[in-house]
């Protein structure tokens, strides 16, 4: 999708470190600026890594920055892969697969069988009974719960 935010490169927790080894010669705040951080970098290099506390702090910090900086980039990835897929890979999970998916997404609001029905991807053919059966196992197998939403339809949702 030509929407998404483009990361173009991943963030390497050495480099990090090298850069925070550069305030030591009094240019604090570069690590930050690295992992995606503007603001602390700039508030960093004008106050000297916060009086070099801040950048003491950063010697612990630098992993999780790194990973945060990161994580827009591995979402990026992930969702490409997904759309990848399309319709057509999803249809190559198994059908219980799919509706565990499905609860995943909906969170605690749950999903009813016409929301199955028609975000699942199903061969044509696929009677609704099969779904219907395939969602009685998983509560059987306590991988789903069954509940009423506000408006008191049954929605299915994870234990």
């Known amino acids: 999708?030509?929407?998404?935010?483009?990361?173009p490169e991943r963030r390497f927790v050495a480099v990090a470190y090298g850069l925070w080894g550069l305030g030591l010669v009094g240019v604090c705040g570069l690590?930050?600026?690295y992992n995606r951080k503007p603001l602390s970098g700039?508030?960093?290099?004008?106050?000297?890594?916060?009086?070099?506390?801040?950048?003491?702090?950063?010697?612990f910090l630098i992993p999780e920055?790194?990973?945060?900086?990161?994580?827009?980039?591995?979402?990026?990835?992930a969702l490409a892969k997904l759309d990848g897929l399309g319709p057509a890979g999803s249809a190559r999970l198994?059908?219980?697969?799919?509706?565990?998916?499905?609860?995943?997404?909906?969170?605690?609001?749950?999903?009813?069988?016409?929301?199955?029905?028609?975000?699942?991807?199903?061969p044509a053919e696929t009677p609704r009974e099969r779904v219907r059966e395939e969602l009685e196992r998983l509560l059987h197998d306590?991988?789903?719960d069954v509940g009423n939403d506000e408006r008191g339809r049954v929605v299915y949702r994870e234990p």
């Open 42 to 59: 700039t508030l960093w290099l004008l106050t000297f890594g916060l009086c070099g506390i801040g950048q003491l702090v950063d010697l």
């Open 94 to 122: 198994p059908l219980d697969r799919q509706l565990l998916a499905l609860a995943r997404r909906s969170g605690p609001a749950g999903f009813t069988l016409n929301d199955a029905l028609l975000e699942l991807a199903l």
């Open 65 to 77: 920055l790194t990973n945060q900086a990161n994580q827009p980039l591995l979402l990026e990835q």
């Open 1 to 7: 999708m030509a929407n998404r935010l483009q990361w």
């Open 31 to 33: 690590q930050r600026f």
């Open 142 to 144: 306590h991988l789903l």
